[in-house]
């Protein structure tokens, strides 16, 4: 079963910790990682997609131009035939301290399926998209 | 591009300089000459270098905040802020992360887009775009020395613009700027851009003007040992004094021991000194300790306990000046306000150290000792590949991983070095990857972090990297298992 | 009353029990038999005792706050919202003013208005009043130990409606709550009285329960010199040990420099030790550090600093527990989310620094030796004057000024030392008064301050006193001339 | 001419350093400072001034029962024939961090001249008084 799934900091991004510790962590939880790193455009993003069949594209943003970073993406997405691809994005999506709640209704009006606050822990993403993927952790290499 | 650790030739310098005053438009109004003469009328209230060295005479820790937004005006209102309302000593302007990609089109977007929704949507201020003449409105509109705080690769215009603009202080440097900051530019090639702006601060110096350098400290700000955050700090420095700079301040981002912050601030300056007498560089020589620089705790009255434990490192350190962190760091750019409390939090601490002092206690002599002869073995190392050349040496030695930094994004990074706590807080190195060290010291490493492993009942291995990652984020310093 | 220090005997004692308990309603239901049955109950995690020897054991700093209001409820809910949000260690109630002036119609017309205007009008958590089975409702619907501290000159009443209540600490002492709070009320009475609140304590120990004391070290609050305090609480701890007290927390109040902090704790740990081994009194031994008792800085950032700094200097210190500020410390009694902003940020500090330590170097161990110096000559002064009976000396010794503590409203107090910062920040005598002091000791103080005055470019005076009270209100430690 | 004040810390209140440091402010100011103390009552206030023909009554209040204390004092100066001494009060007059313009407003309606915020300086009310009893700096022993 392909659990093959991209994972990249957007954008002129440069943030590298929290991007080796989500590899690590989606990489012991048994998923397919491909992580093409910190400044990644979205044609990257899509391309890595395409090439490895992945099922799900995981989006990194720290640095505050996330809202203007990610705008397009779910277009792209569609056009690149990857519709069923679910995205996710985390980090520090926008400038400052924001209620997060409209943090996330702007993301997901987008197209992203989930969004994460700041500092959210790789555990509860892990846990969502298996849910998301219906992975039965029985089924996985760990 | 044939780098060389040479002062660049004249010829060389302004041939090149023809090019980069094209990148964007604004590099049309640079001219040197005039710029030398707004310069020389830049008052010693203002000058980056006159304030330091003041500073240092009188054992002073100076307080720098962070901060930049998207509009000349709005920029303007929040220095002014952060220097009367915090009583910032020096003021910062951060510089929008477009700018450094050199993406000065999507700057313009942002500048447009701010301006529209009356919001700052840039995470910095786009100094290129901005130019010259707004250069000048800013030191013109504030009372302290301004500097330029970035992580630009290919800084040579943006150099070239805060100079003539009269900011006397530009941080940065052809590995810090690089190795942390991007992921596939060559060393080669920020080496020698970096040549090009310590050149330029070299000869506002034979004109007379002061200019401060500083190489970017605390690299990934992430479990960085001093001795390799020390190791390019003193390499950067040796490099820029052969352009020929003058005045140069030296950083460190605090690791969390007192004892090893106030060791590592310590070995920084004498074993730098050392080096610039052993190369016959006459250079004034200042600190810079950065409050923590790895993941904050969101609660900001945590928040303000690491920046006050940051700021009492600084302080027994005897660092020339800090950098400021602020109560909302774990979650984005800070308000104005939020700024202001993290000065002020900052400067209380400073206040009430002052006077006061550690003495150099045997563990800690020894822990100074560890660093320097830790940080020797690097350097020494990288004038060795370089075959004498430090400039060929560093591309050699982060080839070689003789020089890595860990958590880099930079595929010329080697990546193969971990570091993690030992038992008492101190980042030690739990693997050397390919860091040059003798039998001695590698012992001591693990045995400090074997006797970690048995406090804590587990093997030493990359689990206690990770707990280390984000332990202080969780309100802790040393990531114990729970 | 024969004031004595010698344990009160059992007929004595019961007598004068029977009036106290009538001082207030509430008294009738303490039964000593049915409180020792529901004290035996109360769980290990709610024993302070128990807690404290652990903390002690694991070399943990624990943190407790300050807090009490007028109603039962809302102080249940403050109660348990500072353990579970803020995480404190350990409870305090606070009690209010009228409490502590015995004045419980006052209490009763605050509990009233506090009813009808829905929120507390009193300053504190009215203990009498509320009697033993409120007490008993607070202990029941909490996780940690809980403490009475109050300030109460006469808290016999007190003492027995708490203990009863199952609050396994009671905060105070004949010498410690009186001086710093009272006018006229008499030492002889304080000293008796709280001779019956210790040999309550020593009761309970007697029967097999846990109950621990701790005198208030840090007196007024306000320059007090280490040598005055510790005398004064290793003088507390005698007169309790002697009424049967086993399980003593002695306390010190921050002076604001590092090494000076350092070593009044460990010169108080480690010389009160060698007085209960000379009087043969087997106690187990505890310390308490309170941050900073002055004047705080209002503005909140500051505040949060010395919270910070405070925290710090617990921890190097190796207190066992560290009583926490709040960022609303200088304009009024917190609101529960400021005072758990005291607390994380506290915790935050002790989790920092919780593995590292500073050694005993030669400067620290200097200053032990001479704060143990000081203390010891005062002590011995004590003892000597009441020819050999402690509780009478402490009366003559204040009568004649060789106890002393500055800025006290008493006036048995002899009010004639003055404190001041040496040019380091320590607290120093810049008058002895009648203090006992060798000249060797006079000498070193003199030259101190004199350094100081140089510095200052200013004679050694009363100036330097005012100035130094208002300094940490204004941001620094030391008072300098502006 | 009489520029004698009382100075005490009214009600339950033990805070003893503003106290003393009032005194020897208002002393050094020229005033003929009565410090009546901590823990002073109603009554004490006004039979010092009674007794010395103060000319201004200085009430301080830290430990937060400041309103109930002071309540009532007006009246008892009037009935003491004190209707023309000035009242002052000062300190952290209240329970908790409160807004001051409320607090102000309050002890003003409670008969106080002027009310001061929690930590200001003793310069302030000293020229205060002086502006208030006509003193002129002059005329004062200093
Ligand atoms: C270390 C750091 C740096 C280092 C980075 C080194 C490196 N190359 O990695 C340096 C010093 C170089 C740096 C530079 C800059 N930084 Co920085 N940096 C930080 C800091 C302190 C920690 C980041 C970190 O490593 N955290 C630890 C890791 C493990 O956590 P993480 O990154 O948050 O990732 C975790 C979660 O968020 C989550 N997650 C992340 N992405 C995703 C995606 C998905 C799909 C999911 C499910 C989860 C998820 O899982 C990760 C693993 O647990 C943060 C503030 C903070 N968090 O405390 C600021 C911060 C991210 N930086 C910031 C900024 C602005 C910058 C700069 C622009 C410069 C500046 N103004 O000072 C430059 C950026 C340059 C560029 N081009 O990108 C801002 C961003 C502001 C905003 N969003 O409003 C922050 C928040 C600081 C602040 N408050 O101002 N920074
Ligand atoms: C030191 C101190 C103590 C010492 C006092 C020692 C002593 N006998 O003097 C000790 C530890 C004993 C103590 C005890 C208590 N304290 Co106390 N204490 C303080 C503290 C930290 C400093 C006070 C001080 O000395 N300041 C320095 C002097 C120079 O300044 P000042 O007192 O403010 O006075 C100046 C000005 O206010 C002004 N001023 C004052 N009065 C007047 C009057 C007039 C007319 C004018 C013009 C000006 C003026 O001029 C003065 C000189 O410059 C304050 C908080 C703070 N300010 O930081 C709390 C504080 C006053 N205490 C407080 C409390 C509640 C108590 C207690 C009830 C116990 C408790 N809950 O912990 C007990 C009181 C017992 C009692 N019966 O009174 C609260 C009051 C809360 C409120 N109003 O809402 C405060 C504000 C702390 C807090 N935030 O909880 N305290």
Redesign the pocket.
């Known amino acids: 079963m392909n659990n093959t799934i991209v994972l990249g900091v957007i954008g002129?991004?440069?943030?590298?910790?929290?991007n080796k510790?989500?590899d690590h962590a989606f990489s012991k939880a048994g998923f397919n990682v491909v992580n093409i790193g910190v400044l990644s455009s979205q044609e990257e993003f899509i391309d890595a997609a395409v090439e490895t069949d992945a099922k799900a594209i995981?989006?990194?943003s720290?640095?505050?131009h996330g809202e203007i970073d990610c705008k397009g993406l779910k277009d792209k997405c569609i056009e690149a035939g990857l519709e069923n691809v679910i995205l996710?994005?985390?980090?520090?999506l926008?400038?400052?301290k924001q209620d997060f709640e409209k943090v996330e209704k702007r993301f997901k009006d987008m197209g992203f399926d989930r969004v994460?606050a700041?500092?959210?822990?790789?555990a509860e993403?892990i846990s969502d998209l298996k849910d998301d993927l219906n992975f039965n952790i029985g089924t996985m290499a760990v | 591009m044939n780098l060389r650790n040479k002062r660049l030739n004249d010829d060389l310098f302004y041939k090149i300089r023809e090019d980069v005053l094209t990148h964007w438009s604004t590099g049309k109004d640079v001219d040197l000459k005039e710029a030398m003469d707004y310069m020389s009328k830049v008052p010693d209230e203002k000058n980056f270098s006159v304030q330091l060295k003041k500073a240092k005479d009188s054992g002073i820790t100076l307080v720098q905040p962070?901060a930049g937004v998207a509009l000349v005006d709005e920029h303007i209102e929040l220095l002014n802020y952060l220097q009367d309302e915090g009583g910032a000593d020096l003021l910062p302007s951060?510089i929008d992360?477009y700018t450094?990609q050199n993406r000065y089109n999507e700057c313009q977007t942002g500048i447009d887009e701010s301006i529209k929704e009356n919001r700052s949507l840039l995470?910095?201020f786009p100094v290129v775009n901005h130019g010259v003449y707004n250069c000048r409105k800013v030191l013109e509109n504030v009372k302290r020395p301004v500097q330029a705080r970035h992580?630009t690769p290919d800084a040579r215009l943006l150099t070239e613009i805060i100079h003539a603009g009269g900011w006397t202080s530009n941080e940065g440097g052809g590995i810090s700027y690089n190795i942390?900051?991007a992921k596939s530019v060559s060393l080669e090639k920020t080496l020698y851009d970096w040549q090009y702006c310590d050149r330029l601060a070299g000869i506002y110096e034979e004109n007379g003007i002061k200019i401060n350098r500083e190489p970017f400290g605390?690299l990934?700000?992430?479990l960085v040992p001093p001795s390799i955050s020390n190791a390019v700090a003193i390499i950067e420095g040796l490099l820029a004094a052969e352009q020929g700079v003058k005045n140069l301040t030296l950083g460190y981002g605090q690791c969390g021991s007192l004892l090893q912050d106030i060791a590592a601030i310590k070995a920084l300056t004498n074993q730098a000194e050392e080096y610039f007498e052993k190369y016959d560089y006459d250079v004034e020589l200042t600190t810079v300790f950065h409050q923590w620089?790895?993941?904050?705790p969101e609660d900001e009255s945590k928040a303000f306990s690491v920046i006050s434990w940051g700021s009492v490192a600084a302080s027994f350190a005897g660092a020339t000046k800090v950098i400021v962190k602020t109560p909302?760091?774990?979650?984005?750019?800070?308000t104005k306000e939020a700024n202001v409390q993290g000065i002020k939090a900052t400067k209380q601490i400073i206040n009430l150290t002052k006077y006061q002092s550690i003495p150099l206690f045997s563990e800690l002599d020894q822990e100074i000792e560890m660093i320097k002869r830790e940080t020797k073995c690097i350097i020494d190392k990288v004038f060795e590949v370089g075959m004498g050349d430090l400039a060929q040496g560093v591309v050699k030695a982060f080839e070689m991983g003789i020089l890595d930094i860990p958590?880099?994004?930079s595929k010329f990074n080697h990546g193969k070095i971990l570091p993690a706590r030992d038992n008492y807080g101190a980042v030690r190195y739990l693997d050397f990857g390919n860091i040059p060290a003798d039998k001695e010291v590698k012992d001591y490493h693990k045995k400090l972090l074997e006797e970690r492993g048995v406090f804590e009942k587990r093997d030493v291995s990359f689990d206690m990297v990770i707990d280390d990652?984000?332990a202080v984020?969780k309100g802790i310093l040393i990531g114990r298992p729970e």
Request: hydrophobic share 35%; proline share 10%; aromatic share 12%.
């Open positions: 002129a991004d440069c943030h590298a910790v929290g510790i989500l995981l989006v990194s720290l640095y505050g996710y994005a985390g980090g520090n926008v400038v400052g994460y700041p500092g959210t822990s790789p993403s | 962070r951060t992360s450094r995470n910095g992580g942390p900051y605390p990934t700000g992430t620089m790895g993941g904050f909302h760091e774990a979650l984005g750019i800070p958590f880099a994004p990652i984000f984020s």
